[in-house]
Every structure is written in C-alpha cells, then in structure tokens.
C-alpha cells in the first residue's frame, strides 16, 4: 500500500484499501449481509462477540473521513492498511455460512429454497473477484513465486557462504525474508518502506553511518550516485549479490564496476559482488541461557 497516500487520493484512499484487501467489495457486501443475520438471528453470545466489535469498525476503520483524522497527527500512509486485518470477516463470513448449511441440514429452515437462492447469488456477486481474474493456485508449496525460489538456489548453490547477504528489489525483498532464513538481507523493510516513497539527499547518499542508502537511491531509486559510491556500499554492507529485474539500465553499470553474473530467471538477473573480506556472520547461540534458566 505504499503507493496509495491520504493527502492525494482524499476519499477514494479508503476505497483502494478496501479494494486491495478484499479483493472486491463483495466479500464486503456479504460480510455485512452476514453481521445483520447475527443481528437478528444470531445467539446472545455470538451478539457479543461480532456486533460491538463490527460497529466499532465501522465508525473508525471503514469510515472514510477517519483516516483523514489520523492523518492530521501523524503519517498513516505505510500503517493504516494493516487495520484491515482487525476485521472479522475470514471469521464471520464462513462461521455463518455454516450455521446456514447446517440449518438446512437439519430441517430448522422453513423455506429453504429461498435461502439456497440468497445464499448463491450472494456467493456468486461475492466472488466476483475469483471468476473475473481466475483463482490462482501456489505455485509450490511454499507458497512463494516459483522465481523467487529459483533465485535463493541460485545465490546458495555460488555462494561459498552458509549465510550469503543480498540486496533483492522491494517485493523479493519482502518475500525472501519469509522464505529462506539462511539468506541475509542488505535493506530491511522500514529502509524500504522509506525508499518507495521518498528520495534521499546528497547528505545522506553521502553519510558513511548508513551505506545502505546510497544503494537504495541508485538500484531503486535511479538517482544519480557515482559508481564508486555504489560500490563502496555494497562493501560497507557486505553485501555479496544484487538481484535486479533483467533490463534494469544499472545491470550493466554494476557489470561494468567489476560485479559478475551469476545467472538469470525469466525476469531477474543475479550478479555477484566479490569482496575483498566479508565478516563471518554465526547465529547467536543462547544455550547457555536457556541451561541456566535465564
């Protein structure tokens, strides 16, 4: 969400939210179809559990001028997507979904045409989504692009490290991180949250304090940063290969700098910095503390 912002997309930034996160607004639609069936069928517990908490919601999180609010104290724009994930709906849609099923089961429903009707053209406008762009399936168990974990072999199968470090585009960067824990990451996800939005000043290109910087403004960037400022971040942060989309016009800037390549997937390339001395990196080892108790 870190190309949608209050102050530019005014209303329609809560509607991108939604968007984003539902999928379509009809999941939304049923969510609510759901929550009035609480209200007027649902038990004294289940009226406890699901109504005080949507109605919270849905003057603060759905409401569109709320965000306008927050934003008047503070920068929400990389934070106010996550209050989605407060809301009930992968609980209460399938949870009453099945106290239906289950009524029609056991004859507790009268007319249970009516409702199988309902109940369907609900699903149906609900998914709008899923019959629209077609559902996808993993493509492996992982749940990770298969490209992605393409790339991780790849750096492993080079490197002559167990822990090889990597500087990776913003959403290989935030899928690795997940994925493989032996794999060491140059840019954490607050540098790159501020990386996306902002660009950085020549003091900063320039601070020794954070090389990363300067490899954030030049291969994500594209601001203008001599090479041998590149470099000399890629050894400060003992970074061993760059991971760029294939046809990047930096690729061959870097090949050109003395970096190799490794290998290519169908969209990125792989080059390898070789450094002069890496630091060993070891996991910390807390045996000692869980032995004593600590």
Not at 113 to 137: P, Q, T, Y
Not at 263 to 286: C, K, M, S, W
Request: glycine share 4%; net charge negative; proline share 4%.
């Amino acid at each position: 969400m870190q190309d949608v912002f209050v102050a530019i997309d005014k209303m329609a930034y809560l509607r991108e939210c939604l968007y984003r996160f539902n999928g379509s607004t009809g999941y939304l639609v049923l969510y609510f179809a759901m929550l009035i069936f609480i209200l007027v069928k649902g038990s004294d517990r289940e009226k406890k559990i699901f109504i005080p908490m949507s109605a919270l919601l849905i003057v603060t999180v759905y409401n569109p001028i709320f965000p306008h609010i927050l934003s008047i104290f503070a920068d929400i724009n990389s934070e106010y997507y996550r209050f989605f994930w407060m809301t009930p709906i992968v609980i209460l849609v399938p949870y009453v979904m099945t106290k239906i099923i289950l009524a029609l089961i056991n004859g507790e429903i009268k007319h249970r045409v009516a409702v199988i009707i309902v109940s369907v053209l609900l699903i149906a406008s609900a998914s709008n989504c899923v019959f629209k762009s077609g559902m996808k399936l993993p493509e492996n168990i992982y749940k990770m692009p298969s490209e992605l974990i393409e790339i991780s072999e790849m750096i492993h199968s080079d490197s002559d490290s167990e822990y090889p470090k990597a500087f990776l585009e913003f959403e290989n960067n935030m899928q690795m991180r997940q994925y493989d824990g032996k794999m060491l990451l140059t840019i954490d996800r607050e540098d790159y949250l501020y990386a996306v939005s902002k660009e950085y000043t020549q003091e900063m290109i320039d601070s020794d304090e954070f090389p990363q910087y300067r490899l954030l403004a030049a291969l994500i960037r594209y601001q203008d940063v001599a090479i041998d400022k590149i470099i000399e971040g890629l050894e400060m942060t003992d970074t061993e290969y760059v991971v760029l989309t294939t046809g990047s016009s930096m690729i061959p800037v870097l090949i050109d700098a003395g970096l190799t390549e490794v290998g290519e997937t169908a969209t990125y390339t792989v080059l390898r910095y070789h450094q002069n001395e890496i630091q060993p990196f070891a996991l910390v080892d807390y045996s000692e503390c869980y032995a004593n108790g600590w």
